[in-house]
């Protein structure tokens, strides 16, 4: 069976992340791929990535997983969503 995980992070520093890089985020329209916020997890740590291909704006920021039941086979969007962000 496949392990389902969650992963938690403090809504506070994942707002300051979000509004730190997001100043980066292209607003031209040309690339909708630059339109993003690209989100790298590795090990115990979050990375919030944007650019305009002009500037890069990076915040790396701590995160938690943990497993979900394993007798649990799917999670909607609107179920999961509340589970990610821990005030």
Known sequence: REARMKTVVK???LSNAV????K?????????VLECIKLI????NLTLL?????IAI??????SIIQFPSDKTSYSNSESLPHIIKS
Not at 24 to 32: M, R
């Open 19 to 22: 509004l730190k890089v997001v």
């Open 11 to 13: 809504a506070i520093e």
């Open 24 to 32: 980066a985020v292209s607003t031209k329209g040309q690339n909708p």
């Open 50 to 54: 944007a650019t305009d291909t002009e």
């Open 58 to 63: 990076e915040k790396t920021i701590k995160y």
């Open 41 to 44: 997890c590795k090990g115990d």
